[in-house]
């Protein structure tokens, strides 16, 4: 069955915002680690930003400062905040959830296009 569902994406002008969402079964929220990825065409898939279960938040440095990643645990959602976008953060955005119990585990949503074009 689908865990991770995103939403939020879009088309936006340069400096424009837009905020994802991404909502998890509580079963795998309430003890993962989740992390926004992004993937743009014929590149790599990277981290963006990543937010524990204790709310401890880290960020790729081509994002820090514009970007930012919260959860909400009583509605088993993360989020990322995007402030002044740039052309180069257009991608397709992909939310991911990790835990481990004796083995790791880990859930990827279905992706959400955000594109950043005049």
């Known amino acids: 069955q689908v865990q991770l569902v995103e939403s939020g994406g879009g088309l936006v002008q340069p400096g424009g915002s837009l905020r994802l969402s991404c909502a998890a079964s509580?079963?795998?929220?309430?003890?993962?680690?989740m992390r926004w990825y992004r993937q743009a065409p014929g590149q790599q898939r990277d981290m963006v930003a990543v937010i524990d279960t204790g709310g401890l938040t880290n960020y790729a440095d081509s994002v820090e400062g514009r970007f930012t990643i919260s959860r909400d645990n009583a509605k088993n959602t993360v989020y990322l905040q995007m402030n002044s976008l740039k052309p180069e953060d257009t991608a397709v955005y992909y939310c991911n959830a990790r835990y481990y119990y004796n083995s790791q585990y880990e859930y990827w949503g279905q992706g959400t296009q955000v594109t950043v074009s005049a």
């Open positions: 509580r079963s795998i929220f309430r003890k993962s680690t």
